[in-house]
């Protein structure tokens, strides 16, 4: 029997290995993380994260050739395959802070699996990691192996919060790098030989390490690139009267762009995009490529431009203070079907208001008090690790409610910004909303999820992002 053992029991270690033991039963596989509490959730009614369809795969195994153990060493040492998920977060200090990938876990993993090992091993990065990693890991390895053969795979992931296990079950492609040697081949044909369990051979794509780690980083630098140029679209569109739907479904039906990842929003959030392409420009800038960089850095530029955007409309629109005024923020996830509240858009947008001395009434249907509370009293800088590594400021955040409900959270507001697409939001009862508001009531629609004509005659005064703007708006001063 095959045994995996997969480091890091987060939001791609948990459901990648789900999937992986319940497609190869015959396969064991453990996942094993140094934060305790993430383990007992693993083993208990309330799973960590929240996935849709995560829970039916994880019940189906459990137990039987799947576990979750806080003893990483044991699993690690009787393990054939390793895989390292942990996190990779964005330097906070020393050289090539705030862009360079931070690979203290990720050390710190290898160096544990050198000390206990007893038998040859896969190690597979399915960490995001800047290209060239698996060098360095590789040393870490051998120079400390006693005799023991490790081959290192790249092996990055793809799948999406919200959809992981859809893309799980259903990859576009199975990204596997390796040496060129006849051990690196056959290290990926090992690997290749698991994903084959429900993975059409022809998506299973082998290339050297090199690629596989550089094509991780570039497909999420191409996704990010896509909102921010579609962004930056929704600004011009606000300010010629286009629509930025119709603007995108008319490029998206040209078949070299496609439909997908044209949507407007309040600017894109998650671990990974801004980690990742911060991470592709440093690598550009460390390899003399400033050009490339600043190409790439300006993904970025963009994305904060378009929270700065949200916020200025938001406080312009209402007579240009928010002060003491309540407003309702709808959803606070970076996007819908997940609780992760990592980068995402609804941190600055509530920070810019909040800095306007307006009182906050959130409401997100997976986002616990607490960890809103923490995202919002907390620096910048510790937003991309996950929370329990965080170190929590002590300031209280006296301007901000959470209620559970969103006409609570509406109940004599002035406004309500929607930074996340929760479905429920589309199908709310607006005119009792509004009913319960202050007058003139207003709406932003930072992920144009309402139906703008539907609530301009209800009484509301709609921004919907990209949308040609309402008479109301236009009156008001210019935003930046
Ligand atoms: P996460 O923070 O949810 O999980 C990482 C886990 O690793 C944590 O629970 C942490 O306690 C554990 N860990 C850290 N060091 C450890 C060690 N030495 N031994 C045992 N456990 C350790 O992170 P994540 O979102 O699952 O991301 C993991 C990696 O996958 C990152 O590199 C990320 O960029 C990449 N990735 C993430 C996504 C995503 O959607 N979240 C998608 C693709 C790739
Ligand atoms: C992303 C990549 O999609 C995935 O392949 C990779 O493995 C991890 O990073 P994730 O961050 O989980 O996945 O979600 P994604 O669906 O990519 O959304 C990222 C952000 O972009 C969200 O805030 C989302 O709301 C925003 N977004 C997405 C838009 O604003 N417009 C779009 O059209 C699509």
Not at 218 to 225: D, I, R, S
Not at 359 to 377: C, K, T
Request: charged share 25%; net charge negative; aromatic share 8%.
């Amino acid at each position: 029997m095959v045994k995996i053992c997969c480091i890091g029991a987060g939001y791609v270690g948990g459901p990648t290995m789900a999937v992986i033991a319940m497609k190869c039963p015959e396969i064991e596989v453990v996942v094993v993380d140094i934060f305790e509490p993430r383990i007992l959730a693993w083993n208990s009614d309330h799973l960590p994260i929240y996935e849709p369809g995560l829970e039916d795969v994880v019940k189906q195994c459990r137990g039987k050739n799947l576990f979750f153990s806080k003893d990483v060493e044991k699993h690690v040492a009787e393990a054939d395959i390793v895989f390292v998920s942990v996190n990779t977060p964005t330097k906070t200090q020393g050289l090539g802070a705030g862009k360079a990938a931070d690979l203290t876990y990720w050390e710190s993993a290898a160096r544990m699996i050198a000390d206990v090992s007893k038998s040859d091993k896969i190690v597979v990065e399915k960490s995001t990691v800047p290209v060239k990693t698996a060098e360095a890991i590789e040393k870490i390895l051998t120079h400390n192996s006693r005799g023991i053969n490790f081959q290192i795979l790249s092996n990055p992931e793809f799948l999406a919060e919200g959809t992981a296990i859809q893309d799980l079950f259903n990859p576009d492609r199975v990204l596997i790098g390796g040496r060129e040697s006849p051990e690196g081949q056959k290290a990926i044909e090992a690997l290749k030989d698991v994903y084959a369990h429900w993975v059409p051979v022809e998506r299973i794509l082998c290339t050297n390490l090199w690629s596989a780690e550089l094509s991780k980083l570039a497909a999420n630098a191409f996704l990010a690139q896509r909102i921010s140029s579609v962004n930056a679209m929704s600004a011009l569109c606000e300010a010629t009267g286009a629509d930025v739907s119709q603007v995108s479904h008319a490029i998206g039906k040209d078949t070299r762009i496609g439909p997908k990842f044209l949507n407007a929003s309040v600017g894109f959030g998650g671990s990974c995009f801004q980690k990742d392409i911060l991470n592709l420009v440093y690598i550009c800038e460390c390899n003399g490529l400033p050009e490339v960089a600043n190409y790439w850095k300006q993904v970025v530029k963009v994305n904060e431009y378009q929270k700065t955007r949200f916020v200025n409309r938001v406080v312009s629109s209402m007579f240009n203070t928010v002060s003491g005024k309540k407003i309702a923020i709808f959803g606070f996830a970076f996007k819908k079907d997940t609780g992760d509240t990592r980068e995402t858009p609804a941190i600055g947008v509530c920070q810019g208001l909040l800095g306007d001395k307006a009182m906050l009434s959130i409401y997100d249907p997976q986002v616990p008090q607490e960890q809103i509370q923490r995202d919002l009293s907390m620096h910048k800088s510790e937003l991309d690790k996950p929370p329990h590594l965080r170190a929590v400021s002590p300031i209280a955040v006296e301007q901000v409610s959470c209620v559970w409900d969103a006409y609570e959270a509406t109940k004599g507001a002035h406004g309500i910004c929607i930074l996340t697409e929760w479905d429920e939001f589309k199908t709310l009862d607006y005119q009792k909303i509004y009913d319960d508001m202050q007058k003139p009531a207003f709406v932003f629609d930072g992920r144009n999820v309402v139906d703008v004509d539907q609530l301009r005659q209800i009484g509301f005064i709609v921004y919907s992002i990209g949308k040609p703007l309402d008479a109301w708006l236009k009156d008001m001063p210019a935003v930046a």
